[in-house]
């Protein structure tokens, strides 16, 4: 089974910290995600990597940053959090044999 | 631009009835397209899949036709169950690129 683990379900911060969510996979997948999803916009792709240190953006990659030090762990950052950032994230990883991507349980953000 | 419609946000449909979710797509370079359900505070799963080389794929109680003229595809639940209540959305790849588009989502409701 596919493990893709992020670390916090559920996270408040304030306006203008620095924010970092991780995602941990266990399955050496070359190929990470991260999401948001809002309510009637659907899951929308902020930045991907398809191996260590490399990373493109997504559609939205504006007020985000990403890390991908090791192959197992691909990190999100908001460099100065913003109402508008307040939602769900979701990591994905992907399997290329099976042309699937798994997700992770998810964290939903709140910023205030 | 949304590349990728459901544009019935829910759908209702009583236990045991069949259970019709729809989703249209722009971009003829797409070629890979899947069904995800997703429960809530949990992340997406994945369901079907369909390549544009075929115009359906059965797995179980779940369809999925593809209609590549129309840029259409549809994912059939026979029987609907109470535990298929769950938000659906339909994504859309151009393969090799292992990225997905995603569309809006359908939450759907099975009435007991």
């Known amino acids: 089974d596919v493990k893709v683990t992020q670390s916090s379900r559920y996270l408040v911060k304030r306006t203008g910290e620095k924010v970092f969510l991780e995602c941990v996979q266990d399955?050496?997948?070359?190929?990470m995600f991260w999401y948001r999803q809002d309510p009637g916009l659907g899951l929308r792709l902020i930045y991907f990597?398809?191996?260590?240190?490399?990373?493109e953006k997504g559609d939205i990659p504006e007020g985000y940053s990403v890390s991908r030090e090791k192959k197992e762990r691909f990190s999100l950052i908001l460099e100065s959090a913003s109402t508008n950032q307040t939602s769900m994230y979701l990591c994905?990883?992907?399997?290329?044999?099976?042309?699937?991507?798994?997700f992770g349980a998810g964290t939903r953000l709140s910023v205030l | 631009d949304q590349q990728v419609k459901q544009n019935s946000p829910s759908l209702s449909v009583q236990e045991g009835r069949i259970s019709i979710l729809n989703c249209d797509y722009t971009?003829?370079?797409?070629?890979?397209f899947l069904w995800y359900k997703k429960y809530p505070a949990e992340g997406p799963t994945f369901l079907i899949s369909?390549?544009?080389?075929?115009d359906k794929n059965e797995d179980g109680r779940f369809t999925v036709f593809l209609n590549k003229s129309a840029k259409h595809l549809s994912l059939h639940i026979v029987p609907s169950q109470p535990g298929d209540s769950a938000v659906y959305f339909c994504?859309?790849?151009?393969?090799?690129?292992?990225?997905?588009?995603f569309g809006t989502g359908t939450r759907l409701k099975v009435l007991a």
């Open positions: 994905a990883t992907y399997e290329v044999a099976k042309n699937i991507q798994y």
């Open positions: 399955m050496d997948h070359e190929n």
């Open positions: 990597s398809y191996d260590v240190k490399m990373k």
């Open positions: 971009n003829s370079m797409f070629d890979y």
């Open positions: 369909i390549s544009s080389i075929k």
């Open positions: 994504a859309a790849e151009i393969s090799g690129t292992y990225k997905y588009i």
